[in-house]
């Protein structure tokens, strides 16, 4: 960032975060920047602006990153990636960089490849609008 202002970014994940999106925004900057004055003595005084948000409490989004179980990338994300009929599955889930916009990007070609060649299948029988 251009001039002498810059950003910090916290972050709470897994179950801390269930427990941060129970308070409020503003109790939830207040305690960042007592531990940034803790680890920056005098810098509470800088601060110019803050804004907290918990995902995990947006109705739409209802969680921020995801972290996966032990056996999911060998057992279950090659059968989520298999089409179910003519529905084509994406999104940062199903790559190998969850929780990037770089594995949903990967994710989304994939989907759009699959869904190409099933549409320019020789004899056209694989073609979804059919099914
Ligand atoms: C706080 C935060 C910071 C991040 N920072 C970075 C970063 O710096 N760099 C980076 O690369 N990535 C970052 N990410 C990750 C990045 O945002 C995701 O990897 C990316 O948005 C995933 O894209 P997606 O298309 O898979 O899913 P999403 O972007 O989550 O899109 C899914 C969409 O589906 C909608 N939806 C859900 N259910 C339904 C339904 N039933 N009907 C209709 N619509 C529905 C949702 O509203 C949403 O719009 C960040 C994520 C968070 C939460």
Redesign the pocket.
């Known amino acids: 960032m251009p001039g002498k202002t810059g950003i910090l970014s916290f972050w709470v994940g897994g179950e801390p975060a269930r427990k941060w999106a129970t308070r409020s925004p503003q109790e939830r900057i207040e305690t960042c920047l007592q531990v940034m004055e803790v680890m920056y003595p005098g810098c509470r005084a800088d601060s110019l602006h803050a804004e907290s948000y918990a995902?995990g409490a947006d109705p739409?989004?209802q969680h921020?990153?995801i972290y996966h179980a032990p056996g999911y990338l060998t057992q279950a994300l090659p059968l989520l990636r298999e089409p179910e009929g003519r529905l084509y599955f994406?999104?940062?889930?199903l790559s190998l960089f969850v929780?990037?916009?770089?594995?949903?990007l990967e994710?989304a070609e994939n989907a759009v490849n699959a869904l190409l060649a099933r549409y320019n299948s020789p004899d056209g029988s694989a073609n979804p609008s059919r099914d």
């Open positions: 995902w739409f989004a921020a990153y994406a999104g940062d889930y929780g990037y916009m770089e594995g949903a994710s």
